[in-house]
């Protein structure tokens, strides 16, 4: 799995919608500022409450109209053929990506592993690219080991931005998966 170096996971937990949308806010700011591809495979819509949160933001509108140019409706199928389509599409032109993906950790997890799959089989198409993949997990619907989902990720994201899971949670050691 020679594509693991220029993959990264990111986690992050969210109570609501606009919670979610209000944690990504200044890191999509940031990443579109450095013209870093942004794009979604959501299970649960965002787009009002990013609308609504945008309006309130003191950004220029050549990124308030890049990020209200991503997609924050949620997909309906996330299957491995969608899964195929998407990544093929993505990766055309693009060196750096972020992949935010919101849900239940059951939803995230098939996403996950359909990616995994997809990028396990086309390595040859990943020279020079790196990915962000940033799973936002439904706090509602988490009920497992928060060190589980830490584990399976590089870095945490949260409205102050995005660490290595480490620094946001001393004592917390990665355990081999």
Not at 16 to 33: C, D, G, N, Q
Not at 41 to 65: F, H, P, Q, V, Y
Not at 105 to 111: E, G, P, S
Request: aromatic share 8%.
């Amino acid at each position: 799995m020679i594509f693991r170096n220029s993959i990264r996971k990111t986690c992050g937990f969210y109570v609501s919608e606009y919670h979610m949308a209000t944690m990504l806010l200044p890191h999509i700011v940031t990443k579109i500022e450095k013209g870093v591809k942004i794009d979604t495979i959501l299970n649960k819509n965002i787009k009002r409450e990013l609308k609504e949160l945008i309006s309130k933001l003191n950004i220029n509108d050549i990124t308030k109209a890049k990020i209200l140019n991503i997609r924050w409706e949620n997909v309906e199928e996330n299957d491995f053929d969608y899964i195929k389509d998407y990544m093929e599409n993505i990766i055309k032109n693009n060196n750096d990506i972020e992949i935010i993906i919101n849900g239940t950790k059951k939803q995230i997890d098939k996403v996950n592993k359909n990616i995994e799959y997809w990028l396990d089989m086309n390595i040859e198409k990943l020279e020079g690219i790196n990915i962000n993949i940033i799973n936002c997990y439904e706090i509602s619907e988490f009920n497992s080991n928060i060190n589980n989902i830490l584990n399976e990720h590089n870095n945490i994201i949260n409205t102050s931005g995005e660490y290595p899971v480490e620094e946001m949670f001393e004592g917390h050691r990665k355990e081999a998966i």
